[in-house]
């Protein structure tokens, strides 16, 4: 009986190569898994999605409500300008889905609006300004 060793030095090599990937998943694992003690549950993980997802959102409505100080800080409104941003913050505010950030983005949609009728000259400044003063209030609570 006869042994043939000549393909035997691959294969060893092929079990080295993975098994120093298979340590380089564990390295990995263990450097990015944010429990050090084990694997996430099903719903700590919907938890930390939904909490990127909040800060995702409330950023984006703090950044619109920038946008409507913007607006208001113009010498002369531009009511075409004001409705444009305005469409677009309100079709972002509509697939919204976190909704403890409810009543930030009905003060935010006031605000807009506030905004927008004095673009128009139906509302005077000072009450626009009030809104959206209103609605920061509302997302830094």
Do not use: C
């Amino acid at each position: 009986m006869e042994i043939d060793l000549r393909h035997a030095g691959k294969a060893w090599l092929w079990a080295g190569v993975t098994i120093l990937a298979l340590a380089g998943l564990v390295a990995l694992g263990r450097a990015f898994t944010p429990l050090g003690d084990g694997v996430l549950t099903w719903q700590e993980w919907q938890v930390r999605k939904l909490q990127r997802t909040y800060q995702t959102e409330h950023s984006q409505l703090l950044q619109d409500a920038l946008t409507l100080t913007e607006l208001l800080n113009q010498v002369t409104p531009d009511p075409a300008r004001v409705q444009v941003q305005l469409d677009a913050m309100r079709s972002r505010w509509q697939q919204s889905r976190v909704a403890s950030l409810a009543p930030a983005r009905t003060a935010l949609e006031q605000a807009a609006q506030a905004v927008q009728s004095w673009s128009i000259g139906l509302t005077e400044r000072d009450l626009a300004i009030r809104a959206v003063q209103n609605a920061l209030m509302e997302l830094e609570e």
